[in-house]
T-cell receptor, first 114, second 111 residues
Framework: DSGVTQTPKHLITATGQRVTLRCSPR?????VYWYQQSLDQGLQFLIQ???????AKGNILERFSAQQFPDLHSELNLSSLELGDSALYFC?????????????FGEGSRLTVL | QKEVEQDPGPLSVPEGAIVSLNCTYS??????FMWYRQYSRKGPELLMY????GNKEDGRFTAQVDKSSKYISLFIRDSQPSDSATYLC???????????FGKGTRLSVIA
């Protein structure tokens, strides 16, 4: 158990809809990362927050947004969903903002868009 | 060229075999190299971590970096069915960018 909790584990929705994925990082970790994993693209970095502030942005679509709350949990919002958004979405946390440190991943949220 | 490239496999070996998993990377300035292991329906977990060049050993696992060839390898000795998983190489491109992952190699160790 990594200590990172993601909900929901599975989500099935229709094109055009909006969903919110939630992540609770390990106790004390200030950094939260969101990654998208698909068979063809692998694990792609979306966005990172550090202690409530956006720290780095990767290949995140404009239809997607995220935030980190004062209690350090994070939410990833996906809107105007398309079939191609079907993927596993992972949250990871780390103690610091350093990118050479270990990332602790949750078990992921599997999104299916029909 | 992508920053990190990895053959996705799949790779199937008999129990007890030596497994070699490999990645190539684009920039010789990269210094930190990691291997994550991902079991089915789980998130990745850090397996090995090396800095700069050379070898690092941890039990049956050896991570090797060849900076001249921009090539990193993970060797698994005496492979076990419990080693069946997807192995992802990962590199923080430079000090200020989060980890970039290879696509992962799916390994099956057959008893």
């Amino acid at each position: 158990d990594s200590g990172v909790t993601q909900t929901p584990k599975h989500l099935i929705t229709a094109t055009g809809q909006r969903v919110t994925l939630r992540c609770s990082p390990r106790s004390g970790d200030l950094s939260v990362y969101w990654y998208q994993q698909s068979l063809d693209q692998g694990l792609q970095f979306l966005i990172q927050y550090y202690n409530g502030e956006e720290r780095a942005k990767g290949n995140i679509l404009e239809r997607f947004s995220a935030q980190q709350f004062p209690d350090l949990h994070s939410e990833l919002n996906l809107s105007s969903l398309e079939l191609g958004d079907s993927a596993l979405y992972f949250c990871a946390s780390s103690a610091s903002g350093s990118y050479t440190g270990e990332l602790f991943f949750g078990e992921g949220s599997r999104l299916t868009v029909l | 060229q992508k920053e990190v490239e990895q053959d996705p496999g799949p790779l199937s070996v008999p129990e007890g075999a030596i497994v070699s998993l490999n990645c190539t990377y684009s920039n010789s300035a990269f210094q930190y190299f990691m291997w994550y292991r991902q079991y089915s329906r789980k998130g990745p977990e850090l397996l090995m971590y090396t800095y700069s060049s050379g070898n690092k050993e941890d039990g049956r696992f050896t991570a090797q970096v060849d900076k001249s060839s921009k090539y990193i390898s993970l060797f698994i000795r005496d492979s076990q069915p419990s080693d069946s998983a997807t192995y992802l190489c990962a590199i923080p491109l430079f000090g200020n960018t989060p980890l970039v992952f290879g696509k992962g190699t799916r390994l099956s160790v057959i008893a």
